[in-house]
C-alpha cells in the first residue's frame, strides 16, 4: 500500500492484484497444499522430537 | 517444547496469493529453526515424507544440492507416474533457496517454459515462516496448476496442461 501525504489528506492507494481474492477454484490446489505442509509440519515436530530426546 | 505451539496446531494454515497473473505465492509457518526446514526441503529422505501427495510411491527422489545441479522426483500415483525435475539456481542455506521447476508429462519443454520457485525462510523466536514464490513461463500454465487440486486431481489437470503446451508450440 502507499501513502501520500498531501495536505491535510493523506492518499491511499491500494495494490489491486494483492488483495484479489482467491475464488473458488484455487481450494482444491489450497487444500493439496495444506496437507503437503501439514505432513512437513509434522516431520520437523518429529525431527525436534529425536533432537531432544535421544 | 520450548514456547512454541502444541504440535500439529497449525495444521491447515498455509495461504495461497495471486500477486500476479503469473505467479502464485504460499506462505507457512512451522514451529522450527530455519535450519531444518531447509535441511526437509533438501534431503531426500525427508523430502519423500512430506512432498507431493501421502498416497505417493516413490520412485526417484534425487537432488544434487549444488548451483546448476539438478532435482529429480519420480512417483507413482493412482497407478500412474508422475515426475518432475529442475535445477538448483540459487542455494543459501538456512534462507533462501531458488529452483526450476517442470513436470515431465510436457513434451520437449524450452527453458523458458521452465516454472521458478524462490523459498524464503524468515525465523523469528523459533518460528519460520516460508514462502514459495512460484512464477510461471504465462498465466495459462499457472492457472492450469491452480486448477490441479479441483475435482479429478492431478490427472486430468496434466493432462490438460500437455494438450495446453502442445497446441501453444
Redesign the interface.
Known sequence: MLVRADGRYRRYRVNASALEPIHEWVRGFERMWNERLDRLDDVLAELQEQENDP | MSANQA??S????????????TEYE?T?A???PAE??FE?LTTPE?VK??????TFEWLVCDIDLRVAGRWRYVARERGMEVGFHGVYREIEPPHRLVTTEMYEGVPDPKPEDYAVNIVTLEEEDGVTT?TVLVEHATKETRDM???????GGMQVSYDRLEDLVRRAA
Open positions: 504440535p500439529g497449525r495444521h491447515g494454515s498455509a495461504v495461497i496469493t495471486l500477486p500476479s497473473d504460499i507457512r512451522f514451529d522450527a531444518l526446514v526437509a525427508l515424507r512430506w512432498w507431493g501427495f501421502e516460508m496448476v491452480l486448477a490441479s487440486g479441483m475435482e
